[in-house]
């Protein structure tokens, strides 16, 4: 009963593919009723096999070969039938222009395979202009199967139009399953981890849907896990699909139309991702009761095309016709390989790789044959090397044979071959192999400072093929360092020297393949301090020494004051250390020249000329008051002083004094920072700082406007047009517990009970006492969390707090 090509089409989802149990549903309903569909069997049955060759001009390729037919093309095909055949096969071709257009009658050529002359039985035909398809048919020999056969092609060329380019499309998704599966079973289960690295390497070769569960199965079901559910695995291969989103949800009425052209065939409709409904549905359309349509898929090996069936053929009616797809005739498109090489690609040894991209089909079939790598080295001499297609290395692997000696260094390659009958030029690497010349020292070799990381660079022919990098130091073991390869001739690793001595320093590399590490001897030193400049201001307790190294400075004497380290930093390649005067010392006056000694850690001495700059800007503050912010609902107020402390939802005013001779003007800017820290807020003239007078400035400062989380000390400078003056205190930023409430018990002969401090957030108290020398405190465990506290009892209605953030600042709690 033939197939409606309308019926069913819900069985495509929107994305296009089946919905049914299995996408490999190519033939299983060419000899069964539509009910067959779903549980189709699959192409495991061997058919009979064809030698076919094809020449194009003066040369003759194997069918292997040939990805895609010319017109004038001559074709050689012929049944490969052993000889104790006993059923006698009628072969025919047949070429095809089109779905709309049924082929001349001498377009289709018919023999008979039992024939004793062996021209007689073989066919020998030249591709028509116009022609687009062809397809072959095999059918046991029966009267008038050959007009049958005539008819059935002349009158619905358009199913076979649609059936040669599925086929074919089918047949190339069979080659990369195939290829994928032989690569599986060929691993023994011995070495689960080389399963584990080389099936996602098979797996992005051959464009094959990889089910990463598999690899963390026990040893002996990995395999057997990776080939489960075989017609799923094939994924669309970019090469020869281009419309395949266009036809998602296409009709399929206008699927067939689509179909005459070279894009519509290009695989969304194939065996393995949805066409195998469509290709019943034609065959099913024109059987008749002395003939039925049995497709198959082909294996090409040279010039043999093996055909794979899915069912049985019938030698009674209705008798099977096998229909086998030749390529398709159309201009040869080479496949566009890219290149996933990151960095240049070590050739020390046989059988480096090539990492290529964008063409499974170049790894599961011969199209892509004469494959060659063309080698150029610094003096512009070539070489072609052969080049071997591993999917399970994901690239061309270079023959066994060593590069010739000329080949050292850094050398570019390029990848090409021939695509069917094309030449075509594959994607550029560049190539590194040893050159036999010593890795040299970038710099100085004796550079290397002890006390610190070194970054060392080294120079050499082939940094890609290097194994490893080792430092070895005196007679101790060798320890292995980390690099990297920077601009295709440098290794860039640090060498740590922490805790080492001066002395000799080796560094071992070892490139891939050798039986030993060239050795690179370096020179580490202790590196004295060097001094660039003292920065000091005419009445100053502090001054800057830059240079490099400084962490060495022991003192710094100038005149009969000595400065002391008191913070050192590193910003870039720069060392600053602060110094402080000793005792109540001051820088001298300004435009004073003299002499500075700095006194190292290692007993030496370094002079600097040193010559004191104008005052900074100076000033005093005059008084702070404090505003503290409303107090939460029900949380009882603390008493903070007079003005140290700014609670963090309050705001502190305060006035600063010009130091004598002095005047403030608009531009004058004042900077706040927590700690040592980094300026964190920044008054102006209009933005919380009011001038008063010339000699007078007035700041408002909210706790808002400080950084989320400060806390702590706070202190402030004046920076003027030109000089920006000392660090000085200002007041310190507090976070303030929510207290409660505040209960105690009473004895019955005095007010001696216990009490109870309860509220939120106490763990920023330190500890709470009775009186502010804080003798008998209750302490307040670090990362405390709760909400209450056993407290002294108050003396004089009051207690005192010590906050982390102020812990030499107490506030008190007054109780009545």
Excluded at 379 to 397: F, K, M
Aim: proline share 8%; aromatic share 6%.
């Amino acid at each position: 009963m033939p197939i409606s090509m309308k019926d069913d089409d819900s069985r495509f989802s929107r994305a296009g593919a089946l919905t049914l149990p299995s996408a490999g549903l190519l033939a299983a309903a060419l000899l069964a009723p539509a009910s067959a569909l779903a549980d189709p069997a699959p192409f495991e049955l061997n058919g009979p096999d064809l030698r076919i060759e094809v020449t194009r001009g003066q040369q003759t390729l194997p069918i292997a070969q040939v990805p895609s037919l010319a017109e004038g093309d001559k074709l050689s095909i012929h049944a490969d039938l052993p000889g104790d055949q006993g059923e006698k096969f009628l072969l025919t071709s047949a070429f095809l222009r089109g779905a709309t257009n049924p082929p001349p009658k001498d377009w289709i050529t018919t023999v008979s395979t039992w024939k004793q002359k062996e021209k007689d039985k073989a066919i020998s035909v030249t591709v028509p202009k116009g022609a687009r398809q062809v397809v072959l048919l095999m059918v046991a020999d029966t009267g008038g199967a050959e007009g049958v056969l005539l008819d059935a092609v002349r009158g619905k060329p358009g199913e076979f139009v649609r059936a040669s380019q599925d086929l074919n499309q089918a047949s190339l998704d069979h080659s990369r399953l195939a290829a994928f599966m032989a690569a599986i079973q060929a691993q023994d289960n011995t070495g689960p981890e080389y399963l584990r690295t080389l099936a996602p390497v098979l797996a992005r070769s051959l464009s094959i849907k990889l089910n990463d569960e598999c690899l963390s199965k026990v040893v002996d079901m990995q395999a057997s896990c990776l080939l489960e559910n075989r017609e799923s695995l094939v994924l669309n291969d970019v090469h020869s699909s281009s419309l395949a989103d266009t036809l998602t949800g296409a009709p399929t009425d206008l699927a067939l139309q689509l179909s005459a052209t070279p894009e519509g065939g290009a695989g969304y409709y194939s065996a393995y991702i949805g066409a195998a409904r469509d290709i019943a549905r034609i065959f099913g359309a024109f059987s008749n009761p002395q003939f039925n349509y049995l497709p198959t898929l082909w294996v090409r090996k040279e010039a043999t095309m093996s055909l794979l069936l899915n069912a049985a053929p019938s030698f009674q009616k209705p008798k099977s016709v096998m229909v086998a797809s030749l390529p398709a005739v159309e201009s040869d498109i080479p496949p566009q390989l890219r290149s996933t090489a990151k960095a240049p690609i070590c050739v020390a040894r046989p059988g480096a790789v090539l990492p290529v991209e964008g063409a499974p089909l170049v790894f599961s079939t011969a199209f892509a044959h004469d494959m060659k790598v063309k080698l150029t080295n610094a003096s512009g001499q070539t070489v072609d090397l052969p080049v071997v297609p591993r999917a399970d290395r994901g690239g061309y692997a270079i023959g066994p044979d060593d590069l010739p000696s000329a080949f050292a260094g850094s050398v570019r390659a390029q990848l090409h071959g021939i695509w069917g009958f094309a030449p075509f030029g594959g994607p550029d690497f560049l190539l590194q192999r040893p050159d036999g010349n010593a890795w040299k020292v970038a710099g100085d070799p004796d550079a290397l400072v002890v006390g610190r990381d070194n970054t060392v660079t080294l120079e050499g022919a082939a940094p890609s093929c290097v194994e490893e990098v080792s430092l070895r130091q005196g007679s101790g073991a060798p320890k292995p360092l980390d690099w990297k390869v920077q601009d295709g001739n440098r290794l860039v690793f640090n060498v740590p020297l922490a805790g080492a001595k001066p002395g000799e320093v080796r560094l071992e590399v070892r490139y891939q393949g050798a039986k030993g590490p060239e050795t690179v001897s370096l020179r580490s030193r202790a590196e004295a301090s060097r001094v660039d400049g003292f920065e000091l201001h005419a009445g100053d307790s502090q001054g800057l020494l830059t240079g490099q190294r400084l962490d060495q400075v022991q003192s710094v004497r100038l005149g009969e004051t000595e400065f002391r380290p008191d913070g050192f930093t590193r910003e870039d390649a720069v060392d600053h250390l602060r110094l402080i005067a000793q005792g109540n010392a001051r820088a001298p006056e300004a435009g004073t020249s003299a002499k500075a000694e700095v006194r190292l850690a290692d007993g030496r001495n370094l002079t600097l000329p040193v010559r004191v700059g104008a005052p900074r800007p100076q000033v005093e503050v005059l008084g702070r008051t404090v505003y503290p912010g409303p107090a939460a609902p029900g949380a009882k107020a603390l008493e903070l002083g007079a003005g140290e402390l700014l609670p963090d939802n309050g705001e502190l005013v305060f006035s600063v004094k010009a130091a004598a001779g002095a005047a403030f003007d608009m531009r004058d800017t004042i900077e706040v920072a927590t700690g040592d820290g980094p300026v964190a807020a920044r008054l102006s003239a209009g933005k919380g700082l009011t001038l008063e007078s010339r000699e007078v400035l007035v700041g408002r400062l909210k706790a808002a406007d400080l950084p989320a989380g400060s806390f702590g000390p706070l202190r402030f400078r004046l920076v003027g047009d030109d000089m920006t003056g000392d660090w000085r205190p200002l007041a310190t930023l507090v976070r303030l517990p929510r207290i409660e409430n505040l209960t105690c018990e009473a004895n019955e002969k005095a007010d001696t009970g216990p009490c109870t401090l309860s509220g939120r957030d106490l763990f920023l108290v330190d500890a709470v006492a009775a009186e502010p020398a804080f003798g008998q405190a209750a302490k307040v465990p670090s990362g405390f969390t709760g909400s209450s506290l056993a407290v002294p009892r108050p003396v004089g209605g009051k207690l005192y707090l010590r906050l982390r953030d102020a812990p030499g600042t107490p506030v008190a709690l007054s109780q009545p």
